[in-house]
């Protein structure tokens, strides 16, 4: 299985990069640690031919094709076929063996069968497989019950003889913050629809979900818009073959659902936007050499927010994604925009005078922000923003998410829970910056809540985000530059933080 690949590199890279003993590999430990779990010295086998998944509720298809993916998973086979050798009868002698167990009772209570992840849905779940061969897993929603049967086969191991085993298990579990993202950048490296999708895999091993799709950038659109076609064909790579067409963004979607991972859109603006400009003539800003009046050729900056055309534009894009994309929420940017390009721009500093903001051209890019805030809200969407659209003090629905990322994160936590919003932190999980093969341990220690806040101020922290941009990572290094960085803070977002740490976390993963 791939996470048993992720297994060997994670222990590789501990036992390389520090001065530790071997790690010797655990049997059957769960990741992320559960809230409450007793695992017994007692233990089962599972028989591929005889095993099943009984659920007796109603008719629910994203939880029968679950447990079809499961038990292709926890069954996929190995180099060694599953036989039932002398080696296994060695078990049946042991007094802790005790038996064969044949089915999994799965019970949705209330027998609601929910289709779509959404923020706050509730994903608790208990899982039994007591000492009578008898396995439950028990909970309200159907995202409950994919985290349980994550958990399951967690739970599983195998021997050399290629037999399964699971140990009488008691779990209680659910994740500490609702929302637990991974932010993929497509942008300044194409990354192909089946890295995607593995990654999407490897994010439901760990529990995440929500994959926050940076999915354009300054270097490259390859979103190809119904509406606007034009911006993929001159602003991506290449328009033939490094795009996403509406059908490959459709089945990146619904593969997500069916793992119970929400997928949220990033458009950035009014910055990271220089390969919207080839596309969408008059939509970005015209630089000027020195201030002279003299036209930079070629010389553009972020889009213009001074032309009725812009919002005119925005309002036809993003009708088009937010009805694409199901999710409530939509990120919409608005961090690291360069005012060089508007200052130096004669009828941006004639707007700039008319409308009273003098030389601060932080309040020209607040009145950008506010109307695309509401047109997101007019388009019945909830709006993420990046942390400067906070600072800058633009007018934000109380409903807004402000999403941290710059230095000083804790003080910056403080200010926006203190002033009514909900937070997401990412400052300290930029994974893309590759230090060492031991580096995770930076990342494992991050605590959102680590800013001395009221309860009231810890309730609106929502949790966190993993970010990988992608420039220097493609394709050919995504996955192994994630993974299995990625488990340490899957593993803060979810667990009680004060029953985890880094030296116990070796053994279990």
Known sequence: M????????????????????????????????????????????????????????????????AFSRYMSLIFKPQRLPQTYSNRFKKYQKNDNYKGQIDQLNVNLVGDICETWPYLGMDERYELTISASTVANLISVSVWGIFRGLETFSHLTYRDNSNNIFINVSHIVDYPRFQHRGVLLDTSRHYVPKAVILQNLDAMTYNKYNVFHWHIVDDQSFPYQSTNFPSISDKGAYIPSTHIYTINEVVEIIDYARQRGIRVIAEFDTPGHSLSWGPGISGLLTQCYANHSGTIEPDGYGPINPILNSTYEFLQQLYAEITKLFPDEYIHVGGDEVSFNCWQSNPDINQFM???????????????????????????????????????NEVQLNQDTIVHVWKADPMSEMKN???????ALLSTC?????????????????CEPLDFNGTAKENDLVLGGETCMWAEYVDSTNLISRLWPRALAPAERLWSNMTEIGRASCRERV
């Not at 010797?24 to 430990?29: E, H, L, R, T, Y």
């Not at 930029?430 to 220690?445: C, S, V």
Request: glycine share 4%; net charge neutral; charged share 15%.
């Open 429 to 445: 999980w930029y994974l893309n910056d590759f230090q060492m093969a031991n580096d995770w341990i930076q990342f494992y220690p």
């Open 353 to 391: 005078k008319t409308m009273g903001f003098g030389t601060d051209y932080a309040k020209l890019e607040s009145y950008y922000m506010a109307k695309l805030l509401k047109t997101v809200s007019q388009l019945e969407k909830t709006s993420i923003v990046w942390q400067e659209v906070f600072d």
């Open 2 to 65: 791939f996470v048993f690949k992720l297994t060997i590199l994670f222990i590789f890279a501990l036992s390389f990069a520090h001065s530790w003993d071997v790690v010797i590999q655990s049997k059957g430990a769960v990741w992320p640690m559960p809230q409450f779990q007793q695992i017994s010295s007692s233990f089962f086998n599972l028989n591929s031919t005889t095993f099943q998944f009984n659920y007796n509720g109603t008719e629910c298809k994203i939880l029968n094709d």
């Open 416 to 422: 926006v829970t203190s002033s009514g919003y909900r």
